[in-house]
Every structure is written in structure tokens, then in C-alpha cells.
């Protein structure tokens, strides 16, 4: 399982996170969120067990 980062960067307007995700020490995945939650990885996969967690809840 890897870790996750994120990287926010501020200008005068425009706010942007840049979230990376580590395994073993390298990084395997990097982009928004936006870009990271359709793809097939790591991120994604935590995600979505967050999110089916979070309704299960509900």
C-alpha cells in the first residue's frame, strides 16, 4: 500500500493540489485528484473504498 501526498500550490487566483502517491519509497502516481480518480491505480482504488465506506455508513 502507498502513501499519499499533496502538494498545494496558491497564485493570486487560481488554487491547484497536486496529490503523488509513494510505494516503497517511489512515486507511482502524481496529477489532481480529478486526473488520479479515473484512472486504474492505487489512488483510485483507496478512493473508492473510502467513498463505498462512507455510504455504507450513511
Not at 502507498?2 to 502524481?30: M, P, W, Y
Not at 484512472?39 to 465506506?53: C, V
Amino acid at each position: 500500500m502507498g502513501n499519499i501526498l499533496d502538494k498545494c500550490s496558491r497564485s493570486n487566483i487560481h488554487f491547484e493540489v497536486e496529490t503523488a502517491v509513494i510505494d516503497q519509497g517511489r512515486i507511482v502516481e502524481q496529477g489532481s485528484h480529478e486526473e488520479l480518480v479515473v484512472g486504474e491505480g492505487t489512488y483510485a482504488n483507496l478512493w473508492l473504498g473510502q467513498a463505498e465506506a462512507s455510504a455504507a455508513d450513511d
